[in-house]
């Protein structure tokens, strides 16, 4: 059974940092490109991030996303964050590059999603 689970979200105030993880079972990650995406209430989910299996990057503004195949796991790294960056945050696995790296249909496996909510 395939499982993503992300973590490392949380409350923060503008102008703060977080890294979000996301771990992944059931799966050999070194074989799938990852994505990160995030929807915000009443707002429809938008990718942010990108990374292929080799580590190439597809990103949005202030977002780095990384990748530890040892550890099964992706990060994406948010810095100078903003009250709009307040969203649930969802990673997702899928085995090839798809139409395009901001596409959000084609994803096989998506994880249950983290929460940051930023404060002004």
């Known amino acids: 059974q395939v499982q993503l689970v992300e973590s490392g979200g949380g409350s923060v105030q503008a102008g703060g940092s977080l890294r979000l993880s996301c771990v992944a079972s059931g799966i050999r990650l070194e074989d799938f490109y990852m994505g990160w995406f995030r929807q915000a209430p009443g707002k429809d989910r938008e990718a942010v991030a990108q990374?292929?299996?080799i580590g190439l990057t597809t990103v949005k503004g202030r977002f780095t996303v990384s990748r530890d195949n040892a550890k099964d796991t992706v990060y994406l790294q948010i810095d100078g964050l903003k009250p709009e960056d307040t969203a649930m945050y969802y990673c997702a696995a899928r085995m090839g590059p798809g139409r395009s790296a901001f596409a959000i249909d084609g994803w096989q496996y998506w994880g249950q999603g983290t929460q940051v909510t930023v404060s002004s």
């Open positions: 990374i292929s299996p």
